[in-house]
C-alpha cells in the first residue's frame, strides 16, 4: 500500500513537472535551447511514467496472494516466483537511469559553468539520453542470468545490455569534450564534477563483464556487484548532487561556502568512497565473496579488506560531517554572494536575484532564437 501511494505521487509528479516544461518555457525558447539538465529530467520522467505502472502491478499481485489467497507467485498452486522478479526488475533496472540521468544533468550544468564551456555536441547528448529510455526496457533480465532461463534470452539480454552502453558513452564522451580548449575554474564544485567522470570510467567498464553471461554467472551475488553498483549510481550520484549543491549554494542561500573547508571535504570524501569499494572489486572477482554478508569465515582472507574497507568508510563520515558543517556556516555566517559568482549564461543566473524572490523571476523572461544558456563565446 506505501508503495502505491509512491507509485501514484512519482506519476503525478511526473505529469506536473514535464507539463510545466512543455507549457511555461520562456517565450521563444525553443526545445534545443534547454538546459541538458532539463532534457536530463524530461528522460527520467518519462521513464517513471513508463514504469512505475508495471512496479505497481507488482505489487498489486502480492497483496493479493498475502491477504486475498491468490496465487500468482506460489508454484505449489501453479503460480511463478520469476514473474515476480520480472516484474520486480522490469521497473527497476529502468529506474537506476531515472537516478542516472539527472545526475549526469546536474553534472553537464557544472563542467559547462566552470569551463566557460558549451556541452560538446549538445544535440548527439540529447539524443543519447532519450536513446537510454528507447533501450533502458529491454535489458532488465540481466538481472536474472542466474535465476533460470533459456540460453537464448540469456544472449539476446547480453546484447540489449551492451547496446545501452553506446548511448550512455556518446554522454560520457560529450562530458569529457566539454573539458576541451576549457578555462577551467577548480573550485569545489568542479572537484566534484571531475571525481564524477572518475567514477562514471571505473562504473561503467566494470558493467561490462557483468553484462557477460559467462562472467556474470561467477561474478553475480558477489562484493564485485556492490563495488560496480556503488561507483556507477550511488557515488557518481551523490557526487553530482553534493557539486551541484556547491555550485547553486550561493543562489538558494544569497552566501558563500569556505572554498578551503570545501576542497578538503571533498578530498576526504573522494579517499574515503576508493577505500571503501575499491577492495570490493578484489574481493569479488578472487574469492567470489557473497554480497550482503558483513563476514566469512570460510574465507579468512577476505577479512583484511573489510577492515581497509571499514577505514574508508570513518573517512567518508568524517568528510561528510565537515562538508555539512561548512555549508551550515555559509548560510548563515557566510559572506554575502555576489549575483552570478560563476559568471555562468544560464536564465537563473541572469534574470533572477541571487537569492531569487517569490515567482523567481521579478520580470517575465524572452529569448532570441540564437539564445542558449551556455554562450560562453
Not at 556518446?170 to 571525481?195: E, H, Q, R
Not at 571535504?265 to 565473496?289: D, E, H, Q, R
Request: glycine share 8%; net charge positive; with cysteine.
Amino acid at each position: 500500500f506505501t508503495l502505491h501511494l509512491l507509485g501514484f505521487s512519482s506519476i503525478l509528479g511526473s505529469i506536473n513537472i514535464l507539463t510545466t516544461i512543455i507549457y511555461m518555457r520562456a517565450p521563444g525558447m525553443g526545445w534545443m535551447q534547454l538546459n541538458v539538465f532539463v532534457w536530463s529530467i524530461i528522460t527520467s520522467l518519462t521513464l517513471q511514467l513508463i514504469f512505475v505502472p508495471v512496479l505497481t502491478v507488482g505489487v498489486t499481485l502480492l497483496l493479493l496472494d498475502k491477504y486475498l489467497g491468490t496465487h500468482f507467485f506460489d508454484p505449489s498452486a501453479g503460480g511463478d516466483v520469476l514473474l515476480y522478479q520480472n516484474l520486480f526488475w522490469f521497473y527497476s533496472h529502468p529506474a537506476v537511469y531515472v537516478v542516472f540521468l539527472p545526475a549526469t544533468g546536474l553534472l553537464f550544468e557544472i563542467l559547462s559553468t566552470m569551463t566557460k564551456n558549451r556541452p560538446f555536441s549538445y544535440n548527439m547528448v540529447v539524443a543519447a539520453m532519450i536513446g537510454v529510455v528507447a533501450l533502458s526496457g529491454e535489458v532488465w533480465m540481466h538481472h536474472l542470468y542466474t535465476s533460470g532461463m533459456p540460453n537464448w534470452i540469456r544472449i539476446g539480454q547480453m546484447v540489449t545490455t551492451l547496446l545501452i552502453s553506446v548511448p550512455a558513452g556518446l554522454i560520457v564522451i560529450s562530458l569529457w569534450g566539454t573539458l576541451y580548449k576549457a578555462a577551467i575554474t577548480f573550485n569545489t564544485a568542479m572537484y566534484y564534477g571531475a571525481a564524477c567522470l572518475y567514477l562514471l570510467l571505473v562504473g561503467g567498464l566494470t558493467g561490462i563483464p557483468l553484462a557477460m553471461t559467462a562472467l556474470d554467472l561467477h561474478l553475480a551475488e558477489t562484493s564485485f556487484i556492490l563495488g560496480h553498483f556503488h561507483f556507477i549510481m550511488a557515488l557518481f550520484a551523490a557526487f553530482s548532487l553534493f557539486g551541484a549543491i556547491h555550485l547553486y549554494f550561493p543562489k538558494i542561500s544569497g552566501k558563500m561556502y569556505s572554498e578551503i573547508v570545501g576542497k578538503l571535504s571533498f578530498f576526504l570524501n573522494f579517499a574515503g568512497v576508493n577505500t571503501v569499494f575499491l577492495p570490493l572489486f578484489y574481493i569479488g572477482a578472487k574469492y567470489g565473496m557473497p554480497r550482503r554478508y558483513y563476514d566469512y569465515p570460510r574465507i579468512p582472507e577476505v577479512a583484511p579488506f573489510h577492515h581497509i574497507a571499514t577505514y574508508g568508510a570513518i573517512m567518508v563520515a568524517v568528510g561528510m560531517s565537515i562538508m555539512i558543517l561548512n555549508w551550515i556556516y555559509g548560510a548563515t555566517k557566510g559572506a554575502k554572494a555576489p549575483e552570478n559568482p560563476w559568471r555562468s549564461a544560464s536564465l537563473e543566473w541572469t534574470h533572477a536575484p541571487t537569492p531569487p524572490g517569490p515567482g523567481n523571476f521579478p520580470e517575465p523572461v524572452k529569448v532570441s532564437l540564437d539564445w542558449t544558456p551556455y554562450n560562453y563565446k
